[in-house]
């Protein structure tokens, strides 16, 4: 059984930076896909992020483009999230989630496994 845990969320003034990692075990991990999602109080849960386990590809929504970087460390089966130059509209609980690579990224759906998530705040 998949299990992914979250870490690194917490409060940052606007323009700071945080980067978020994702523990992950207990599966193989190689065609997977591991993506980030955030939700916001009152707001779907929506894609943040993505990074292809075997060939490192990576996705971004176009609110974050520029501005964050997943990452991953094959030998610690963790990915990263860099989030720079964020923003007070950044704020919401941040899910990480695995799934195969061969479904459509942005989807919530795509993802089987799902982490507890961790709080991001983004204010002065």
Do not use: H
């Amino acid at each position: 059984q998949v299990q992914l845990v979250e870490s690194g969320g917490g409060l940052v003034q606007p323009g700071g930076s945080l980067r978020l990692s994702c523990a992950a075990s207990g599966g193989t991990f190689s065609s997977y896909r591991m993506g980030w999602f955030r939700q916001a109080p009152g707001k779907e849960r929506e894609f943040v992020a993505a990074i292809n386990w075997s060939y490192g590809s990576t996705f971004y929504a176009d609110s974050v483009k520029g501005r964050f970087t997943s990452s991953r460390d094959n030998a610690k089966n963790t990915v990263y999230l860099q989030m720079n130059s964020l923003k007070p509209e950044d704020s919401a609980v941040y899910y990480c989630a695995a799934g195969p690579a061969s479904r459509i990224v942005w989807r919530a759906t795509s993802y089987g496994s799902w982490g507890q998530g961790t709080q991001v705040t983004v204010s002065s």
